[in-house]
Each structure stands twice: as structure tokens, then as C-alpha cells.
């Protein structure tokens, strides 16, 4: 990260996306994750789909693999969405398709940093980097986006929805850039 955010200590994630000719991988790594899913495509449907785990917390987690490549298989790019069938997959594995897939016609590679400071007096900063610029910060306590906004972090998928377009779907303010 090149800003002064990566002195935040406490919880990191990275999710990396590389969009290549006929095919576009994301990876995500943190202290629990070491995963990946490539997806190739052509003529914008998914012809094939390979989820890898290096790390993953739970036993089940390998299992994934082959659902995973059921409900992609054969989608078209602009029908993988966060909310096929998530709950029959590994919401990890499940959301690095869903990356992949709005990625897959990007001309670069795309990172995402995910901060969580640790806690003090029960407050959190929550932040999300892409590309090494902050797009996004919040304060948290007691499960509560306090700042900018007044809601419970279970509930942010519907403050999202509220938001204007713009905001809502970063592709649409960066010239197809997420």
C-alpha cells in the first residue's frame, strides 16, 4: 500500500485481480485465507471455472471446489452475481468469482486492501483501499457503522442499495476501472 493507512494496525485483507486474454484471476489472502478462482471465458459465458485453497480455516472448506465450478459454469459474465446460490457456497471462494467476473474485460490488474484496526474502547476503523487510494472509511462500534453513517454493519447491503449509482457500483465513476 502506498499511503499512510498501512501504519492502521490490526486486520489486513488483499484481493488481487488479474484479467488476461480469455480469462481473469482473483486472489485473496489474509491470516486465514490463501485462495484463488480463474475463470475463462468467451463470447462473455464462463467456459471454466478453477477455484485453488491453499489456506482456509475450516475442514469443509475444500469441499467448495466443486460447487463453486457447478453454479459458475456456463453463466454468462453479466449473470455472476453476489447472490447466486452464495448460501450453497464458500462465500470466499463464491465472492472471488463474483470479483472475477465484473474484472474479467478490465486492460489491468486491480487490488483491493481491506483494513479493520484493532479495537480501542470497543471502536474500530474499517477501511477499503483499491489500487493504493482509500475509497472508503468507517468507524465501527459494537457492531455499528457510526460514522459516516448510523447503521449496523449487517445492514450496510441495503444502505448500499440507497446510494446513488455512482457510488453504488465504482465501474460507473471510473471509466470501467473498479
Known amino acids: 500500500m502506498t499511503n499512510a493507512a498501512s501504519d492502521l494496525p490490526g486486520y489486513r485483507r488483499r484481493i488481487r485481480i488479474e484479467p488476461r486474454d480469455g480469462a481473469v484471476l482473483a486472489m485473496i489472502e489474509d491470516d486465514m485465507h490463501c485462495m484463488a478462482v480463474t475463470l475463462s471465458h468467451a463470447e462473455g459465458i464462463v467456459t471454466a471455472v478453477e477455484p485453488v485453497m491453499e489456506r482456509a480455516p475450516w475442514t469443509t472448506c475444500p469441499g467448495a471446489r466443486d460447487q463453486l465450478v457447478r453454479t459458475f459454469t456456463g453463466q454468462p459474465l453479466s449473470e455472476v452475481t453476489a447472490r447466486r446460490e452464495k448460501r450453497a457456497n464458500c462465500t470466499h471462494l463464491h465472492d472471488l468469482a463474483v470479483l472475477a467476473a465484473a474484472h ?23 477501511e477499503l483501499h483499491r489500487d493504493g487510494e482509500r475509497l472508503l472509511q468507517w468507524r465501527e462500534q459494537d457492531g455499528l457503522l457510526i460514522e459516516p453513517v448510523g447503521v449496523p454493519l449487517m445492514a450496510l447491503r441495503d444502505w448500499i442499495a440507497t446510494l446513488p449509482a455512482e457510488q453504488r457500483n465504482p465501474r460507473a465513476c471510473c471509466n470501467g476501472r473498479a
Open 104 to 126: 474479467a474485460l478490465d486492460g489491468q490488474p486491480t487490488v483491493y486492501d481491506v483494513l479493520v484496526s484493532d479495537p480501542a474502547q470497543g471502536e474500530r476503523l474499517l
